[in-house]
């Protein structure tokens, strides 16, 4: 095997490098033959394996030449360098792009998932509404068939009590004798000799917001009685029909 030194000795030598003086590349190469050239005309005598150059040396290494440029159009490395990076910015530009499109397309998807978001949720705030309406209605009849069944026992009950008056032990008084007894507990002695101009206004505006008061329940009072006077008609009515059957 030929030892790098010996290769690069022999490069040198073919390139023009190698010097008589460099004897740590002399002394890692063979000489060649000891056949001495004949001189020609008038010069110094030479020394065997020896040229007016310096001495020869046999290459070690045969077919290895020097390294050429090959003949042709010159190369412009600043061309190459500017494609090169136009090719950069071409590539960048690409990639700047796609992430740019990218994320336009992520926005365009959270978007669209927020409006449905604030759709669903303005659904379900519409269910809920309609539910909480149904369910008040439901509660309000609820409390309508309450009170009739309430009604419905107590006419009941009148009934019979009507019926068995003597089952009570005692006597039950007659509807002028309650209306006595309401009107005496309701009637006050009105006592306004004493009072002054400022206390009688006040006692009239308290006689006038219990009056009102009055009336109102005498309202109510007409109105479920006759409310209880329908529901007893309707309910003689199906007991009847009932009998007829």
């Keep these: ?10 490069f040198r030598k073919q390139t023009g490098w190698l010097r008589l003086g460099d004897s740590s590349a002399c002394s890692s190469l063979k ?16 020394m065997p394996g ?38 950069d910015l071409n590539e960048l530009q690409t990639l700047i ?11 365009e998807e959270l978007q669209g998932l927020t409006d449905r978001i604030d759709k669903r949720r303005s659904e379900r705030a519409e269910q809920m509404k309609v539910r909480a309406e149904r369910e008040k209605e439901r509660q309000n009849k609820m409390a309508v068939s309450v009170v009739n069944r309430f009604t419905r026992r107590c006419l009941r009950c009148d009934l019979h009590l009507r019926r068995c ?3 009570l032990g005692t006597k039950r008084p007659t509807e002028r004798e309650k209306k006595k007894k309401i009107l005496n507990d309701r009637r006050k002695e009105l006592s306004i000799d004493h009072l002054k101009e400022d206390r009688l206004r006040e006692k009239a505006e308290e ?29 003689r009515n199906r007991v009847s029909d009932h009998q007829k059957v």
């Design 97 to 107: 792009g796609a992430h740019f499109e990218g994320r336009k397309k992520e926005e």
């Design 207 to 235: 006689l006038w917001e219990w009056m009102h008061q009055l009336e109102a329940e005498k309202f109510d009072l007409q109105y479920k009685f006759s409310r209880q006077k329908y529901e007893v008609t309707v309910l």
């Design 31 to 46: 000489l060649a033959g000891s056949q001495e050239e004949p001189s020609q005309g008038k010069g110094p005598t030479l």
């Design 1 to 10: 095997m030929v030892s790098f030194g010996r290769v690069n000795t022999v």
């Design 165 to 167: 008056p003597d089952t």
């Design 50 to 87: 020896h040229t007016s150059e310096g001495p020869i040396v046999e290459s070690f290494v045969p077919g290895l030449a020097a390294p050429k440029i090959p003949d042709g159009e010159k190369v412009d490395f600043d061309d190459i360098h500017r494609k090169r990076m136009e090719k």
